[in-house]
């Protein structure tokens, strides 16, 4: 026998004799080992299955602006979710749910609106709906109340403030009980662009007249536009602004806010948090009533300084929005058009949408 082979048996018999005095240590070795490996698996293998844990989908949308014909509209994009038995929800996993400073961002399947509605109903609110019908555009009035009338805050007491310089064409429209249609007649202008600006002076000055005694939330909205789905308390908010439809997914860099110093409405390129569309904003009465007078006084201030912002009122609201974070944010469910856009797979419901129009034909008339 060799020297090794003589040693590998010396250690096999001592081995040997070492097991059988520790059998029982080593049973229990072995179990903790087995419990270690079923809680490994449990919550390292299994869980990382569940659609939370896996690494989001490539998700490229970009959907350009409205003067920017060139670029088509092309939206890849994959419908994850998961149906959470508690709630009625459906977990979204392929949208943004919350912005950086933690508001949410209100998709469907975000909310439930029977619970919204306990919550709210209690509280007895009104909701203010400010929309400017100016000249040409009272073409667009009867639309835009019946169909508000069909899904804008159902169930609930509802103030349309239709501001118009053609008082006799606000069209008579069977309203539910608790809304009424108040006709508040304003002047002018003969530029498109002045007519949409002077909307932030126009409510501003409108909310001690009206606003701050006869409605809790004021929701401001375009009229060349008209509901489509669902559109209720789940809005309501400190302050709310809605993602315009053709900036969702694209980079800040390429967001149209005003980028000349000289303006009031100037946020350098690398700022700024979203885009959002000047058709749709509101909030409590108070912050309305802010926003829409700190609007109107840039937009004074640029006046004298001989600029105009490049997307008027919008940039101004922009610019407003990036100083006062908004306490909620719409989706684009809010504001969409599917004749420029299409009908992306993120976008489950469509509730206030444009209406064709004829530029030529309606602005400057
Ligand atoms: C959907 C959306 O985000 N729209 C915004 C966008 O343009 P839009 O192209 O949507 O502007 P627009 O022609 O709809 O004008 C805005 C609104 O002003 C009113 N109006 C305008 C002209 C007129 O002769 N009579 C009249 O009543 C009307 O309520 C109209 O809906 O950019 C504008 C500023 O450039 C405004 O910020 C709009 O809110
Ligand atoms: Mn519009």
Request: hydrophobic fraction near 40%.
């Amino acid at each position: 026998m060799s020297p090794p082979k003589v040693w590998n048996m010396l250690e096999l018999r001592a081995l040997k004799e070492w097991l059988s005095n520790n059998s029982k240590r080593w049973l229990w070795v072995i179990l903790a080992l087995a419990a270690c490996l079923g809680v490994y698996s449990r919550f390292f293998i299994l869980e990382l299955n569940t659609p939370a844990l896996r690494p989001e989908p490539q998700r490229s949308i970009s959907i350009q602006h409205r003067d920017n014909p060139t670029v088509q509209p092309s939206v890849q994009h994959q419908e994850m979710s998961k149906a959470d038995p508690q709630t009625k929800l459906q977990r979204r996993i392929d949208v943004p749910l919350l912005t950086p400073w933690l508001a949410p961002i209100v998709w469907d399947g975000t909310f439930d609106k029977d619970i919204l509605n306990e919550q709210f109903q209690g509280r007895n609110i009104t909701i203010g709906l400010t929309v400017f019908a100016i000249k040409k555009y009272v073409v667009f009035l009867k639309l835009f109340l019946e169909t508000a009338e069909k899904y804008f805050m159902v169930g609930y007491k509802v103030n349309y403030y239709v501001f118009t310089d053609r008082p006799g064409d606000v069209p008579k429209i069977p309203l539910r009980e608790g809304r009424k249609v108040i006709t508040l007649v304003v002047r002018n202008y003969t530029r498109w662009q002045d007519i949409c600006m002077h909307r932030m002076e126009m409510i501003s000055n409108f909310s001690h007249q009206h606003f701050f005694q006869e409605v809790d939330y004021l929701a401001c909205m375009d009229v060349d536009m008209k509901f489509s789905d669902h559109l209720g308390v789940e809005i309501l908010s400190n302050l709310f602004g809605t993602l315009h439809p053709g900036f969702y997914g694209t980079q800040p860099k390429a967001f149209t806010y005003e980028r000349r110093p000289r303006s009031q409405a100037y946020i350098p390129k690398g700022k700024g948090d979203f885009y959002y569309a000047g058709g749709f904003f509101g909030g409590e009465v108070q912050q309305v009533y802010e926003v829409t007078k700190a609007c109107h006084e840039a937009m004074l201030i640029d006046k004298s300084n001989n600029i105009e912002a490049v997307w008027h009122d919008e940039s101004h609201l922009n610019k407003y929005l990036f100083l006062h974070k908004p306490t909620k944010v719409l989706s684009p469910e809010y504001l969409w058009d599917e004749r420029l856009l299409g009908r992306p797979a993120f976008l489950r419901k469509l509730r206030y949408v444009a209406v064709p129009k004829n530029h030529a034909k309606i602005r400057n008339k």
